[in-house]
């Protein structure tokens, strides 16, 4: 089959001449036209999104083992979502980037792409875009930071944070301690070096298959992240040959592979959105539910942060990856097949483990039933996610009074005042802050606690929301509320001091409120005014779908292949 490029490059007539010629301005020698594949390589470099700022380096090992085999290397830039800078969250735009990474695929001579990402939302966005055109793909992460260490301890990204600032508002740190922790915690190229977002997603590139075995964890900085990335451009040069697109890789039993490492991983609640929304894109049929009967069961090897006292670059030492799913061999598919041509068991069969306290035998859990739970009843027709791995045990089933705060900036305004109507049995409760409500699902549902409760040394409480929580966050934390208060579900007519009764064993969430009352107040409910009037706000919210279906895009929802009808010219 000829290659898609060749109906750029390869034309024999004015537009070939059009497609060759401008490209030669950049000094590219006739023979790289020849009919060699054309590897894209799909960079969401950014200095605006410091956990990506070394791509450009990556890049270039890219190139070079594009090359080595024989093909014609072009990076080009897609649109990067740095977690820490963008607002109103990064959440927003992973759709939309999602596009511009589908268009630029299919719009370019481009046979096989090299998908380089590290930041949360940068790697599902790279993900869904390039499944919905099918093309060969191979992930390269740009690696975890180094580990972060203050005052001679471990400090990992974000969880650090929460911990250190709950400090700051119960007394026990200083400011000036507080700021200078910043260095600390940062201090390499690399994305969050906890098991947040961005290293779960990473994990799941292995989990899945769409990456090269340690892709997840070796650090940013370390020499073989580079030989990494040269070993990925020599190999996508091969899966053009082979034919081997993304679909061959993205199947039912990678996805079911991907949620069974997460919970052994201790892997964030948001890579049930991202598994959903990647899956929609490939056309498999994949539903919250799966995420529980396939994940619950699993034990939480690993131990790292925010539940363990690790981090990746330890993960890395003690043998990544690969080591967990050695551990798993008789409960994964191992005959589903990766990037690298072999099946996810043939790269795992001897896969060393270094340190038993970092990654731990099957028959030596850290925690037994460690994947995520889908709670449903009046409050979540549709399902909420928590972590119990994440959760204090004695919450896990719990009923309390609500604390309702009718948006995030409702719960910034009260939750310091002293007057604040709660203690250690209530449940917060948080409104607005879903896909449509807030728009674009923040992280914040991990709502800090009250001072006056920290001063008496109460940790947690049982929060419920339709947000999102930070990878790096912990606490018993219900999310994803589906549907949320903005579309109208439940959640929008919780009203302080109603009982809600949670419970993980029979996946319960109930608001314990008559019928009839919930009947009323239903009736009486009205959306808040939505005051975005255009631009992709607007497109945003009346076409995102809800939680328990990835948040994608109704529209963008499916694979659309590679082809193009029209001519340029
Ligand atoms: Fe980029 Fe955490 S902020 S990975």
């Not at 992460?141 to 944070?161: A, D, I, W, Y």
Request: aromatic share 6%.
């Amino acid at each position: 089959m000829p290659l898609r490029s060749t109906h750029w490059f390869g034309l024999q007539d004015r537009d070939g001449f059009i497609h060759r010629s401008w490209m030669k301005n950049q000094g590219f020698p006739s023979d790289l036209f020849d009919g060699r594949p054309v590897i894209g390589i799909c960079n969401t470099f950014s200095e605006l999104t410091p956990c990506n700022a070394h791509l450009r380096q990556v890049a270039d090992r890219v190139k070079r083992g594009v090359y080595e085999a024989g093909g014609f290397p072009l990076e080009f830039p897609v649109m990067s979502l740095g977690e820490t800078n963008i607002r109103p969250t990064a959440m927003l735009f992973r759709n939309l980037a999602s596009m511009d990474v589908e268009e630029s695929i299919r719009g370019n001579p481009i046979d096989g792409v090299v998908l380089l990402c590290g930041c949360d939302k940068t790697t599902p966005s790279l993900l869904m875009g390039a499944a919905s055109c099918d093309v060969p793909a191979i992930v390269v992460s740009g690696g975890p930071m180094l580990n972060g260490n203050f005052h001679g301890e471990r400090l990992g990204s974000g969880t650090g944070v929460w911990q250190m600032s709950e400090d700051v508002r119960a007394g026990k740190m200083k400011i000036a301690d507080f700021f200078e922790a910043e260095a600390c915690m940062s201090r390499s190229a690399g994305h969050c070096m906890t098991m947040g977002t961005a290293s779960t997603m990473a994990s799941m590139v292995e989990a899945l298959g769409m990456g090269l075995p340690h892709n997840a964890a070796i650090p940013a900085v370390d020499s073989r992240r580079y030989v990494l990335a040269q070993q990925a451009g020599r190999r996508i040069v091969e899966m053009v040959h082979e034919d081997l697109r993304i679909s061959r890789i993205l199947t039912r039993q990678a996805f079911e592979n991907a949620i069974r490492i997460n919970a052994a991983i201790g892997g964030s609640s948001n890579f049930v959105l991202h598994m959903l929304a990647i899956a929609g894109r490939v056309g498999v049929p994949l539903t919250l539910d799966d995420f529980d009967r396939v994940g619950h069961d699993l034990p939480l090897l690993v131990d790292i942060q925010p539940s363990g006292k690790f981090l990746m670059e330890d993960f890395y030492y003690a043998g990544g990856v690969p080591a967990v799913v050695r551990e798993l061999a008789d409960v994964i598919h191992r005959d589903a097949i990766t990037v690298n041509g072999k099946t996810i068991g043939e790269n795992t069969a001897d896969a060393p483990c270094w340190n038993r306290e970092v990654i731990h035998e099957r028959a030596n859990p850290i925690r037994e039933r460690a994947g995520l739970a889908v709670v449903r009843g009046n409050l979540a027709p549709n399902g909420a996610v928590i972590k119990p791995s994440a959760a204090t045990p004695s919450l896990l089933k719990h009923r309390g009074r609500a604390v309702v705060f009718e948006s995030i900036e409702d719960f910034k305004a009260r939750i310091d005042r002293p007057d604040l109507e709660i203690d250690e049995t209530s449940v917060m409760v948080l409104k607005g802050a879903g896909p449509k409500g807030y728009p674009g699902m923040p992280e914040v549902g991990n709502m800090p606690l009250p001072p006056k409760l920290l001063a008496r040394g109460i940790t947690d409480l049982v929060r419920i929301s339709d947000a999102r929580m930070s990878g790096t966050a912990y606490g018993t934390v219900v999310l994803h509320v589906s549907p949320e208060s903005a579309a109208g579900g439940t959640l929008a007519v919780v009203e302080n001091g109603d009982e809600i009764e949670l419970d993980i064993d029979t996946r319960k969430l109930e608001l314990r409120v008559s019928d009839d009352e919930l009947s009323r107040r239903r009736a009486a409910w009205k959306p808040a005014p939505d005051t975005w009037t255009g631009g992709y706000q607007r497109l945003y919210i009346d076409h995102v779908l809800q939680a328990d279906q990835g948040a994608d895009l109704d529209f963008l929802v499916g694979c659309r292949g590679a082809g193009i009808p029209r001519e340029s010219h």
